[in-house]
T-cell receptor, first 115, second 111 residues
Framework: NAGVTQTPKFRILKIGQSMTLQCTQDMNHNYMYWYRQDPGMGLKLIYYSVGAGITDKGEVPNGYNVSRSTTEDFPLRLELAAPSQTSVYFC??????????????FGPGTRLTVL | KNQVEQSPQSLIILEGKNCTLQCNYTVSPFSNLRWYKQDTGRGPVSLTIMTFSENTKSNGRYTATLDADTKQSSLHITASQLSDSASYICVVHTGGFKTIFGAGTRLFVKA
């Protein structure tokens, strides 16, 4: 079990460029999430998905898009990179949400710098 | 406004010593509270989870407490080890997909 994997580990973008952050989990979890972590701040939810074909916005979705065509994959797309998107991005998955959500398992993160 | 505040921001202790990290939250409704450990360059890993009715939970040398009346939680680390050097994040779930993360306490354990 690899758990949650993310690629790339690091990336530098120029303003206006686009890229896709990849996330894959092999735990057959229905729920997947994208967070960003800025220095000295708590993680903020960008988008989440409750299953293949179903996604919804989190707290800070502007400038990002997601898709969920399979249970395993949940890519995050940046269309027009801006310096404000410089951050560390974490993908996570969990088994279920509700009154007592299961543990979220996090990937190792992607460190993105936009210059 | 839903908030999770942690203190101290950072802490340096000697190997073998104990320490306690604090978490105050103003989150409603409350579903459960977790403590995560985040090593440098890695994603967070869950240490403990407590629901409203639980006031203490242990995981090895880590013991978390919860006072739902005062909306405070603490994480006590016993006999610290160099490998305990990490950020410790307090996370409150409100139910559904709403999760509020604290900014974390950065712990440095020195030999």
């Amino acid at each position: 079990n690899a758990g949650v994997t993310q690629t790339p580990k690091f990336r530098i973008l120029k303003i206006g460029q686009s890229m896709t952050l990849q996330c894959t989990q092999d735990m057959n979890h229905n729920y997947m999430y994208w967070y960003r972590q800025d220095p000295g701040m708590g993680l903020k939810l960008i988008y989440y998905s409750v299953g293949a074909g179903i996604t919804d916005k989190g707290e800070v979705p502007n400038g990002y898009n997601v898709s969920r065509s399979t249970t395993e994959d949940f890519p995050l797309r940046l269309e027009l990179a801006a310096p404000s998107q410089t951050s560390v991005y974490f993908c996570a998955s969990s088994d279920k949400q509700g009154v007592s959500p299961d543990t979220q398992y996090f990937g190792p993160g992607t460190r993105l710098t936009v210059l | 406004k839903n908030q999770v505040e942690q203190s101290p921001q950072s802490l340096i202790i000697l190997e073998g010593k104990n320490c306690t990290l604090q978490c105050n939250y103003t989150v409603s409704p409350f579903s459960n509270l977790r403590w995560y450990k985040q090593d440098t360059g890695r994603g967070p890993v869950s240490l403990t989870i407590m629901t409203f009715s639980e006031n203490t939970k242990s995981n090895g040398r880590y013991t978390a407490t919860l006072d739902a009346d005062t909306k405070q939680s603490s994480l006590h680390i016993t006999a610290s080890q160099l490998s305990d050097s990490a950020s410790y994040i307090c996370v409150v779930h409100t139910g559904g997909f709403k999760t509020i993360f604290g900014a974390g306490t950065r712990l440095f354990v020195k030999a």
